[in-house]
């Protein structure tokens, strides 16, 4: 599933369930003061029926005026009784007589109320005592529908549902425009990922806006990446190439003197011993060598240059007499004085870019290659 899909989802079910509990807690408040109203109008109503019958009875009134009077104060969909201790009704005032047969009559010392569910709805019943016509404390019994408050629940609950329906369809319409304004980045990184590893490039993402939130990091911090990939590229590619270079000369002064060593070695010792001293000298340089780019590769940059004086002529020559024997060129070294030139350097890393010179300028020319050692009062040049 799609982050996308998720976002949607997660928004629109948690504001779901907000309006559930929000819902439910609206519908049952307003049905628990609803039915409470419901319950004290019933029993005001009930204490002034006993009011009434009792100024009645003070009158002489007896049960038919009774009667009489408890059909003024009868409701439209419910029923008065009059209960005694026994629970037998003395008298019954009512337009259904079937509520007279579902609902049994029940005797109460004080004041009380019960809900009734009958086929047709719920019911409120109400018992209050009072005295009857022949003293005797009986319980007055008034039931009552609950269908005014039933049909303003059921307004609440078509209320309940379309404020419900107005509200999740915006937010699952917010939910997926967020998701796209948050995932917008995301998918542009995506596709430029997919091209730089399709294309072999180093593309950055285009973010004109600053990078205060989390996606404005993101997006800088995948370019920052990128600038330190493609640095390190570079970097590789570099290394490749100057490790080709720099090993290139030494194998090669290597693969000379061992052929001249296979030619001559037996029959001229002088010759012998050349060989074998430039073959460990170059085998040794390029050990050295091999150690630096090494430490090049890990970064590794310290201690890396060894100083010392070092005899420039003597270094130039040294580099020049295995040149001349491994390519067969003429190459000369030209002094600008009679006394030694003598610099404060590493002579393995001058003794390098010697090689690396003067290979050049042998790869690009075809005539005598000098190399001119002069020092003067700026210091010494090659």
């Known amino acids: 599933m799609s982050i996308s899909r998720k976002i949607q989802l997660f928004t629109a079910g948690m504001m779901f369930l907000l309006l559930i509990i929000i819902n439910a807690g609206i519908y049952f408040l307003f049905q628990a003061h609803a039915t409470g109203d419901e319950v004290e109008r019933v029993e005001g109503k009930a204490e002034s029926i006993v009011r009434a019958v009792a100024l009645s009875m003070g009158r002489g009134g007896d049960t038919p005026s009774i009667t009489a009077l408890l059909r003024v104060y009868l409701p439209e969909n419910g029923m008065i009784r009059v209960i005694n201790s026994k629970k037998v009704p003395l008298l019954t005032v009512t337009e259904q007589p079937e509520l007279n047969d579902e609902v049994s009559p029940e005797f109460q010392d004080g004041q009380h109320h019960r809900f009734i569910v009958l086929d047709d709805g719920r019911y409120l019943t109400v018992y209050y005592p009072m005295i009857w016509v022949d003293g005797r404390v009986t319980t007055l019994e008034v039931t009552e529908s609950l269908e005014p408050v039933e049909k303003s629940l059921q307004i609440l609950r078509w209320v309940l549902l379309l404020a419900s329906l107005l509200i999740l369809v915006p937010t699952v319409i917010a939910g997926t425009l967020l998701s796209r304004l948050i995932l917008r980045p995301i998918q542009s990184l995506i596709r430029t990922m997919e091209a730089n590893r399709r294309q072999g490039v180093f593309q950055r993402l285009q973010w004109d806006k600053p990078a205060k939130d989390e996606l404005g990091q993101m997006v800088a911090t995948y370019n920052k990446m990128m600038d330190w990939m493609e640095d390190s590229f570079h970097k590789q590619q570099q290394f490749v190439s100057d490790a080709s270079h720099e090993l290139k000369t030494p194998l090669t002064v290597i693969e000379s003197y061992a052929s001249l060593l296979k030619r001559w070695g037996r029959e001229k010792p002088e010759v012998r011993e050349e060989a074998l001293e430039a073959i460990l000298a170059e085998a040794k340089r390029m050990k050295s060598l091999t150690h630096q ?90």
């Open 293 to 382: 780019m090494l430490d090049l590769a890990r970064d590794d940059t310290h201690d890396l240059m060894h100083f010392q004086h070092v005899d420039l002529g003597e270094l130039c020559r040294e580099t020049v007499r295995l040149l001349i024997r491994t390519t067969g060129r003429s190459i000369e070294v030209v002094m600008g004085g009679t006394k030694p030139v003598i610099a404060w350097g590493d002579p393995e890393k001058l003794k390098q870019l010697l090689f690396i010179l003067i290979d050049n300028a042998l790869k690009y020319s075809e005539d005598t290659v000098w190399v001119r050692i002069t020092e003067d009062a700026d210091g010494v040049r090659i």
